[in-house]
């Protein structure tokens, strides 16, 4: 019985991620869309005081500014919703494949090789410089500086 459960606990980590299932209700856990789209009626139209419309005008335009704006969304997303869907699923996928096949390995690429440069770079200076800086150490370290004040 403890050798079934755990083939079912193994089936149930392995589960595929594609097919988990999605909050229905919070459809942006993230908030990555927190600021950018929450325009209701009072962040588009408002009327100053003393230039009120009759109050039926203001309750229809309300109504049907939330209303069309409900409803052209959902239209949107019902007819291109799955195709952009489509769209950026594909180029996310791409700037994936680029980046594991093409960028890492040659970034991984470029640093063994700049190693062996570095290497190089690194011997010539401890050969070169490193004399000719350690005499302009010797030559200056006997020179004194004095400061006076004439009056």
Not at 57 to 79: E, G, P, Q
Not at 104 to 112: E, F, M, Q, R, T
Request: proline letters at 3%.
């Amino acid at each position: 019985m403890a050798e079934e459960r755990s083939q079912l606990e193994e089936r149930i980590i392995i589960k595929d991620q594609h097919t988990k299932e999605i909050d229905l209700v919070n459809r942006d856990p993230k908030h990555i869309n927190e600021d950018v789209v929450k325009v209701d009626f009072e962040d588009v139209i408002a009327e100053p005081v003393g230039t009120y419309s009759f109050d039926g005008i203001w309750k229809t335009s309300y109504t049907t500014f939330t209303v069309s704006k409900y409803w052209c969304y959902r239209l949107l997303s019902a007819l291109l919703g799955i195709p952009l869907a489509v769209v950026w699923g594909f180029l996310f996928a791409l700037i994936s494949f680029c980046h594991i096949w093409a960028v890492v390995p040659c970034i991984k690429s470029y640093l063994i090789e700049i190693q062996c440069v570095s290497r190089i770079y690194s011997l010539c200076i401890h050969t070169f410089c490193d004399p000719l800086f350690e005499a302009l150490a010797k030559i200056c370290s006997n020179i004194r500086v004095a400061v006076r004040k004439e009056i």
